[in-house]
């Protein structure tokens, strides 16, 4: 408890004041440090959205023409000249942009389907309707009509999940082109107020020359993205509508699935329904029944010989709006985070179907119903509430393989300081309703929350932010006990201080995180801080945690060069550092790594870096899966990645990827190119392939006897593997609201194992005394896993959010044939020999509005 109450301590710099920056003169200053900018009356008569400025509309609009370049050259003067003008009646925002462009053959237009970024010129609204300088909404089209949008959340963070409901029209002309917007309030939040005042950002991307213009300037070197739009005041009388969305759909689906030794021809035929009702102006209700996603693209193929379970983004749309208010993050890596809230929890595979195995085992349980709260108080609170509940899934013999169970998530979080300043709080509660089939294995109750905060000051350039949570288990003895047994947690280790305990019905533990951040201003940016985790923290009932019993530090320091040179666009070097411990004080890692990555002036991307984990001994405590810390010998690896100029109709790629250690020992390459290519403006492919060589000198291969005891043997094998596959994508997009997409990966891989040997001394320094020869009437057994996985999606947009999609999935698998052998041509034929498991959707939603 003493580092909690470190923590507390630490945070009292939320209370330091920020410096704001000096105010412009000849007129009121926005919070962002800019002149507001007032708007006229609001319009008699609606634009007619045709591309074109002759509506009366226009004529009395404020006309914006100070736009400035931000990339690649800061506060640079634009190449081209831009306009945009702002209009607004009770229901919609309406925007007017001209871009002029002296050869407007020379603009680029390329076609895709709805959210694509293509390498297009570009045209984007933001508006921070809340005007809280944390969060917003973008609005993006293309001059071929291509729409793409986002909400902004946590000042810099983008959600491209969210769609919205609006139109715009595009034209090229002799002057360049135009894009004209009508935005409806209601797909915005905002306070109910007799005049508003919204932040707005207008920017503009010129493809051919890479470069970008913004009105006002957006500063790279400043952090965040809300807090640097201009305010706009005179949103005068502005309706405050309850609305409500309705999306009802239906669904239809034809598949082939394993029977035994055959297969057997399944029809389903199924509704649901999404909602959307506005309480207010900016409180707003999604609701959901009985969704299917079939639509979605499947997960990566990965062969998992870790013990941690992989980490899979979400990507249903329910789920995906909106995430970044339920975002609390316990453990972030290469820019992919989880922590307390993890979606795709929440109509997962059934947990007990390898424990009741059957082939009527169905592969996701299914959602009943979900509904959730989100919106922005007054006061500069955010709220955001989820509860869902999805069936009780059931196996041969009416075994349960996963129980009916309830999730909530509650989050809540209080601005202050304009944004600069804030805290928050989280509780997730999971309840599943157990029986005699699954009470042994599952947890009957889990309960977690936290509270974090973040201060930023010296004008936004520094922070200090962290955050301390809480978790309790419940369930049988049995149930218990394997969590205890886990490998998020390994209380059943012998060399630990760690006191395993079979009779217990709960289990809790804590976690708190510090950090300081310099986060903008100059050069540099840097990030240390300390984490720590105690043995019983558990939140992967409906959160995502790999590790408890951690304690971490780390740090990173980078000096970034925005400003263009006749070599680089822009050039960014980083330093990584960080040493891991078990909460009992056992090092397990002590490395760190530099990096660099460039664009360089010609467009291209260029990026690589050196690690190495420096610390000998370092114990690794979960390699032999429950037995005692294993010592780790030194180890260094490198990677590399280039990329070629997107705006090219061929760009080539590849990624690169080594190391080595145990001496010498263990060691993997691997290498991914890649091309895309765009044929015409309708038509774009991309082909990767991921090729891999690994040699694990000690990997872990089964542990024999009563764990614990002392003639249990923990083994390990050397493990030859040889991994490919080809990931493809194929896209044609007949309009904007038409397309077409594609997505295959066909995946292999293949070990051999060889020198079986046990523990010896575990903690020795050299790797020859660690183990010993180990011998087994079982043998060695290699292993041949194939995979293919496929898309193949039709999405038509035949209105304005209402939606027909055709989707045709097909998978392959094989397990077991030329086990422990690689041969590329041999495997992926016999791969595309095995039968196929084959599905057919039709999916319809219609969009009402009330």
Not at 5 to 22: G, H, K, M, N, Y
Request: a neutral charge; aromatic letters at 12%.
């Amino acid at each position: 408890m003493h580092r909690l109450a470190i923590v507390t301590v630490l945070a009292f710099p939320v209370l330091l004041p920020a410096q704001e920056p000096a105010p412009h003169r000849g007129g009121s200053t926005s919070a962002a440090g800019t002149v507001a900018l007032p708007l006229p009356a609001p319009v008699a008569a609606p634009p007619v959205l045709d591309g074109r400025d002759d509506d009366p509309a226009w004529k009395n609009a404020r006309v914006i023409t100070d736009f400035r370049e931000f990339d690649p050259v800061p506060n640079g003067t634009p190449r081209f000249r831009t306009t945009a003008r702002i209009a607004y009646d009770a229901h919609n925002l309406y925007f007017f942009v001209r871009a002029y462009d002296p050869h407007p053959d020379s603009i680029v237009s390329l076609l895709s389907r709805r959210d694509v970024k293509t390498a297009s010129d570009q045209i984007k609204i933001m508006i921070d309707s809340y005007h809280d300088l944390r969060t917003g909404y973008e609005f993006a089209v293309n001059p071929a009509g291509v729409k793409r949008d986002y909400y902004t959340y946590n000042d810099a963070d983008e959600d491209e999940s969210w769609d919205g409901v609006w139109d715009v029209a595009t034209r090229i002309d002799s002057l360049g082109w135009t894009a004209e917007f009508r935005i409806p309030l209601s797909q915005l939040r905002y306070p109910s107020e007799a005049e508003n005042t919204f932040g707005i950002m207008i920017d503009r991307d010129v493809a051919r020359f890479s470069e970008r213009y913004s009105w006002p300037l957006y500063s790279r070197s400043r952090t965040g993205i809300a807090s640097q739009f201009e305010a706009v005041d005179g949103f005068r009388g502005l309706a405050s509508p309850h609305r409500l969305e309705v999306s009802p759909y239906t669904v239809t689906k034809t598949q082939n699935a394993a029977i035994g030794a055959g297969y057997e021809q399944r029809t389903t035929a199924t509704g649901g329904a999404d909602l959307k009702y506005g309480l207010t102006s900016n409180l707003t209700v999604d609701a959901t029944v009985n969704p299917d996603f079939g639509q979605v693209e499947a997960d990566p193929s990965v062969l998992n010989l870790s013990a941690f379970e992989t980490f899979f983004p979400e990507k249903r749309p329910f789920f995906l709006e909106g995430q970044g208010l339920f975002r609390f993050d316990v453990n972030c890596n290469d820019g992919v985070c989880s922590g307390l809230f993890y979606s795709r929890r929440i109509g997962r595979a059934p947990q007990l179907s390898g424990t009741y195995p059957g082939d009527e085992n169905p592969a996701q349980t299914t959602i009943l119903s979900a509904a959730k709260l989100t919106g922005r108080l007054a006061g500069g609170a955010s709220i955001g509430v989820l509860d869902a509940v999805t069936s009780r899934e059931q196996g041969p013999g009416h075994a349960t393989i996963e129980p009916r169970t309830n999730y909530f998530v509650g989050r809540l979080q209080q601005d202050f300081r304009d944004g600069a300043s804030g805290i928050g709080v989280m509780l997730t509660s999971v309840r599943r309703g157990v029986d005699q089939f699954s009470a042994p294995y599952l947890r009957r109750d889990a309960l977690a929350g936290g509270l974090d905060f973040r201060n930023q000051f010296l004008g936004r350039r520094y922070s200090v932010d962290g955050y301390v949570a809480a978790s309790r288990v419940a369930g049988s003895a049995q149930a218990i006990a394997l969590t205890q047994q886990s490998f998020v947690h390994d209380y059943q280790r012998p060399d630990d201080r760690l006191a395993y305990d079979s009779t217990r019905t709960s289990l809790g533990g804590t976690s708190a995180q510090l950090s300081f951040n310099k986060i903008g201003g100059g050069k540099t940016r840097f990030n240390v801080g300390y984490q720590w985790l105690s043995p019983g923290f558990e939140i992967n009932d409906v959160g995502f945690l790999s590790r408890a019993n951690q304690q971490n530090e780390f740090a990173w320091y980078q000096i970034a060069f925005n400003d263009p040179t006749r070599v680089y666009r822009n050039f960014r070097i980083n330093f990584n550092q960080w040493t891991n411990f078990t909460a009992a004080g056992m090092r397990e890692e002590a490395g760190g790594n530099v990096n660099f990555n460039t664009t360089l002036a010609n467009n291209w991307f260029v990026g690589g870096g050196e690690g190495v984990n420096a610390a000998v001994p370092s114990l690794c405590s979960t390699c032999s899966r429950g037995g005692p810390a294993v010592a780790q010998s030194r180890a260094f690896w490198g990677w590399a990645n280039v990329m070629g100029d997107s705006r090219r109709a061929i760009v080539p790629g590849l990624s690169a990827f080594w190391n080595t250690g145990d001496e010498g020992r263990s060691s993997s390459v691997s290498a991914g190119p890649s091309v895309s290519m765009r044929v015409a403006s309708r038509f774009s492919a991309e082909v990767g392939v991921n090729w891999s060589h690994d040699v694990n000198a000690a990997q872990w291969y089964g542990n024999y006897g009563a764990l614990g005891s002392d003639t249990t043997h923990y083994t390990f094998a050397r493990l030859d593997q040889h991994t490919v596959s080809v990931t493809t994508r194929l896209n044609f997009t007949a309009t904007p609201n038409l397309s077409l997409q594609v997505y295959a990966q066909p995946f292999v891989s293949s070990g051999e194992y060889s020198d079986w040997m046990e523990l010896n001394d575990p903690h020795a320094r050299a790797f020859a005394d660690r183990y010993r020869p180990y011998s087994n009437a079982d043998g060695l057994a290699g292993f041949n896993y194939k995979q293919l996985r496929s898309n193949t999606v039709v999405r038509w947009e035949y209105r304005p959010g209402s939606v027909l999609y055709l989707v045709w999935s097909q998978g392959r698998e094989q397990d077991g044939l030329d086990p422990g052998t690689f041969q590329f041509g041999r495997d992926y034929r016999n791969l595309f020999r095995a039968h196929p498991t084959n599905t057919f959707l039709i999916k319809g939603s219609y969009w009402v509005s009330f």
